[in-house]
């Protein structure tokens, strides 16, 4: 079980980023799965989630409305489309998933909003 997470880079405030979550040695819609981010000095909080049984989507109240969870069950992959991002959104953003009972994680990637 991988997960590779891309797409973060630096923006300024007000624009758009979207990640990916590639993953392999599971269907990306058989389990839960979902993003985390880690700004410096804070813990680590989820954001956004996905169930497996039917899709259904939550978001934490601090990127509900601007950011949007997806999946494309031929690529494999998990997608956040990140609109409208605030300098608070700045942290390592991270994607996981709940496979047989066991968390596994991606590896990062850096999202930098300037101001």
């Known amino acids: 079980v991988q997960l590779q997470a891309s797409g973060g880079g630096l923006v300024q405030a007000g624009g758009s980023l979207r990640l990916s979550c590639e993953v392999s040695?599971?269907?990306?819609?058989?389990?839960?799965i979902g993003w985390f981010r880690q700004a410096p000095g804070k813990e680590r909080e989820g954001i956004s989630c996905?169930?497996?049984?039917?899709?259904?989507?939550w978001y934490s109240q601090s990127v509900k409305g601007r950011f949007t969870i997806s999946r494309d069950n031929r690529k494999n992959t998990m997608y956040l489309q990140m609109n409208s991002l605030k300098p608070e959104d700045t942290a390592v953003y991270f994607c996981?998933?709940?496979?047989?009972?066991?968390?596994?994680w991606g590896q990062g990637t850096q999202v930098t909003v300037s101001s």
């Open positions: 040695g599971f269907t990306v819609d058989a389990y839960a």
């Open positions: 996905i169930s497996a049984s039917d899709g259904s989507r």
């Open positions: 996981a998933t709940d496979y047989r009972g066991r968390d596994y």
